[in-house]
T-cell receptor
Framework: AQKVTQAQTEISVVEKEDVTLDCVYE???????LFWYKQPPSGELVFLIR??????QNEISGRYSWNFQKSTSSFNFTITASQVVDSAVYFC???????????FGKGTTLSVSS | DTGVSQDPRHKITKRGQNVTFRCDPI?????LYWYRQTLGQGPEFLTY????????KSRLLSDRFSAERPKGSFSTLEIQRTEQGDSAMYLC????????????FGPGTRLLVL
């Protein structure tokens, strides 16, 4: 079975703090894809990143960075110097080759205060 | 490209009534997905289409639910004899290709069944 666990339900930080959102996944497939989406209060899911299981290189995009570790089945997301606009629910998701749709975690609600 | 659009954005109905939602995918995206999201949870897969063919349905999709994608363009999701448990956000997503390509989501239709 495939599963995504986001153990942190809610995180609150003050602006300019760094914050890491954890994601642990389970799959028996050797080929799979991991995603992060952001859901602001408006409700629309915004795509952030897609990573396949063969690419373990960490990725940085502006203030966002992702740490993919197959050894621990984790795909963690770090926001550097957080801003109020980062306040949202963040979802980690798994799409494996044998499957047909995204399997989402329950999400982590990030609140950034000024 | 314009994004995925959904209509209506909000729907309030009385128990027992039928409702229909529409999704317009990104043009030339051949895959279209429907998800349901309840409060505090991640989106859960309902069904998906490859062009006009409905290729998979989740066990969540009871007999009261039906989806269509005539001519492989827009899609409709109908719920017959609505129940209070159907209250949720219904999300549509589309993607290119036939594999684990990135899914782009619409703004969702929020359904409240009284």
């Amino acid at each position: 079975a495939q599963k995504v666990t986001q153990a942190q339900t809610e995180i609150s930080v003050v602006e300019k703090e760094d914050v890491t959102l954890d994601c642990v996944y389970e799959t028996r497939d050797t080929t799979y894809y991991l995603f992060w989406y952001k859901q602001p209060p408006s409700g629309e899911l915004v795509f952030l990143i897609r990573r396949n299981s063969f690419d373990e290189q960490n990725e940085i995009s502006g203030r966002y960075s992702w740490n993919f570790q197959k050894s621990t089945s984790s795909f963690n997301f770090t926001i550097t110097a957080s801003q109020v606009v980062d306040s949202a629910v963040y979802f980690c998701a798994l799409f494996n080759q044998a499957g047909t749709a995204l399997i989402f975690g329950k999400g982590t609600t990030l609140s950034v205060s000024s | 490209d314009t994004g995925v659009s959904q209509d209506p954005r909000h729907k309030i109905t009385k128990r027992g009534q039928n409702v229909t939602f529409r999704c317009d995918p990104i043009s030339e995206h051949n895959r279209l997905y429907w998800y349901r999201q309840t409060l505090g949870q991640g989106p859960e897969f309902l069904t998906y289409f490859q062009n006009e063919a409905q290729l998979e349905k989740s066990r969540l999709l009871s007999d009261r639910f039906s989806a269509e994608r005539p001519k492989g363009s827009f899609s409709t999701l109908e719920i017959q004899r609505t129940e209070q448990g159907d209250s949720a956000m219904y999300l549509c997503a589309s993607s290119r290709g036939q594999g684990a390509e990135t899914q782009y989501f619409g703004p969702g239709t929020r359904l409240l069944v009284l």
